[in-house]
């Protein structure tokens, strides 16, 4: 006759549900680490090119045309801010999420809210774990359709910042603004993975004190 423990239930593999469960746990923290130091990666290699980028374009327009001397240094409101939210979604409500507002004037509202709906989209990214192409296929395509909603009145904003530089300035400079926004924007991913990777690896710990706990 085959006995079957009920009070320690399996799985097919023979794992049980909560070392299925601890084997996630990990694996989310080493997929939260690879993703962390993939973007301190693309983070050092955009600010590379950022610099070298302006670099160009001072050498191009002269050092009189590009310098700090020509930014304004008046107090004036923020094109660009960052809001802390919490994930109401998670067990541990009280892990910080960041979202990146750019290029927000009184003005251009409607870039604001495009900017906040593109950051949350970046709260979860995708790590090793695809979806369907379907699904990939359809959120590639809101993605853009709000792209281009407010892409002109971004595309104002940054002309409009490199004005005090003159009314025609070298392509170079355009793309050195590009490259640092980028990696504004991979400083602030950075920031949402690093609080991914510490909430990962604190249950880890906890799984492991645990099991100490038990013995």
Not at 40 to 57: D, N, Q, V
């Amino acid at each position: 006759m085959e006995v079957v423990d009920h009070e320690t239930p399996s799985l097919e593999n023979g794992q049980t549900e909560k070392e299925v469960e601890e084997n996630a746990n990990v694996l989310q923290f080493m997929d939260s680490m690879d993703a962390y130091l993939t973007l301190i990666h693309s983070l050092s290699s955009t600010l590379r090119r950022g610099w070298l980028e302006l670099a160009s374009a001072r050498h191009s327009m002269g050092a009189s045309r590009v310098n700090t001397v020509l930014l304004d240094h008046t107090s004036h409101p923020a094109a660009t801010s960052l809001l802390v939210t919490q994930d109401e979604g998670k067990v541990d409500s009280g892990k910080p999420h960041f979202i990146l507002c750019k290029w927000a004037s009184s003005s251009n509202e409607n870039s604001l809210l495009g900017e906040k709906q593109s950051s949350q989209d970046k709260l979860h990214p995708q790590l090793r774990h695809r979806g369907s192409t379907e699904l990939y296929e359809e959120k590639t395509s809101s993605e853009n359709k709000a792209s281009r909603e407010v892409d002109d009145p971004v595309q104002k904003e940054r002309s409009k910042s490199l004005s005090m530089f003159g009314t025609l300035v070298s392509p170079k400079l355009r793309a050195a603004q590009l490259s640092f926004e980028a990696a504004l924007e991979t400083l602030v991913e950075i920031a949402n993975m690093r609080s991914e990777m510490l909430c990962a690896f604190d249950q880890v710990n906890m799984k492991l004190e645990g099991r100490k706990d038990e013995k």
